[in-house]
Nanobody
Framework: QVQIVESGGDLVQPGGSLRLSCVAS????????MGWYRQAPGKQRELVAR???????NYADSVKGRFAISRDNAKNTVFLQMNSLKPEDTAVYYC??????????WGQGTQVTVSS
């Protein structure tokens, strides 16, 4: 059984930092593209950052220079380091593991709230 479990969401002040973690079980995540998406209230889910199995990363323009994705394949884990957080970063953050267009898995999400 495949499980994708996110953690690390929290309430943080503007300008603060958070590190999200995503642990995948039941798959060899080293051969998957791992990504972070987010969904704010009333908005569509959007890509934040993703990293291919070969380590190539890409980011949404809104987070470039502030967020960094990394992965530890030995631990089937992917991280999202978020710095200089803004209120508009408030959303539920979801982890995604994708092998192909038809083989992918989602986690349940973790809430990030940026507010003073």
């Amino acid at each position: 059984q495949v499980q994708i479990v996110e953690s690390g969401g929290d309430l943080v002040q503007p300008g603060g930092s958070l590190r999200l973690s995503c642990v995948a079980s039941g798959i060899d995540s080293s051969i998957y593209t791992m990504g972070w998406y987010r969904q704010a209230p009333g908005k569509q889910r959007e890509l934040v950052a993703r990293m291919t199995s070969t380590g190539s990363a890409n980011y949404a323009d809104s987070v470039k220079g502030r967020f960094a994705i990394s992965r530890d394949n030995a631990k089937n884990t992917v991280f999202l380091q978020m710095n200089s957080l803004k209120p508009e970063d408030t959303a539920v953050y979801y982890c995604n593991a994708q092998r192909s267009i038809v083989v992918y898995y989602w986690g349940q999400g973790t809430q990030v709230t940026v507010s003073s």
